[in-house]
C-alpha cells in the first residue's frame, strides 16, 4: 500500500519531468560551516543575479556523506536569454566552490534525475527560485 507522501513525491516528480528545463545544477559549498538556511540564501542570491532565469528547483543535502552542504537542481531561463553553462559556473566557483552545470538533452534524463532527487523524502530543503 503506497502512503499520501509518496503519492505526492510521484506528482510532484511527474509535473518536474514535464517542464522544459536548460539545465542540470549541482554547486557545492567550500564552507564546511554553512547551514542549510545559509545555503538557501546564499543560491537566492546568486541566482538573482540572473535576470533571466524563469524557475529553478534547488534540493539541499546537508552534506552527511561528503561532509559538506550541496544543492542538485534544476534551472529554466527564458528561451534565447540563457546563460551559458560555463557562465554560470565560473560564477558560482568564484564566489562559493564547487560546481557542475549540465546541458539536459531529454526528457527521460529529467525523469531520472527526479526519481533520485524529488523521491527522497521531500522536507523543507527543497525551494523554487522564481
Not at 49 to 76: A, D, M
Not at 100 to 117: L, N
Amino acid at each position: 500500500m503506497r502512503n499520501e507522501n509518496y503519492e505526492t513525491q510521484q506528482q510532484y516528480a511527474n509535473w518536474l519531468s514535464n517542464e522544459r528545463w536548460d539545465y542540470f545544477f549541482t554547486g557545492t559549498f567550500r564552507y564546511e560551516n554553512i547551514s542549510v538556511n545559509g545555503s538557501r540564501r546564499c543560491a537566492q542570491r546568486f541566482f538573482r543575479g540572473f535576470t533571466t532565469l524563469e524557475l529553478g528547483v534547488l534540493f539541499i543535502e546537508s552534506g552527511k556523506l561528503y561532509g559538506k552542504v550541496h544543492l542538485h537542481g534544476l534551472l529554466r531561463f527564458r528561451p534565447g536569454h540563457r546563460p551559458s553553462a560555463r557562465t554560470i559556473w565560473s560564477w558560482w566557483f568564484d564566489r562559493y566552490g564547487r560546481a557542475k552545470v549540465e546541458e539536459i538533452d531529454s526528457a527521460e534524463a529529467v525523469s531520472s534525475y527526479c526519481c533520485k532527487y524529488v523521491t527522497k523524502q521531500m522536507k523543507d530543503e527543497t525551494f523554487f527560485l522564481v
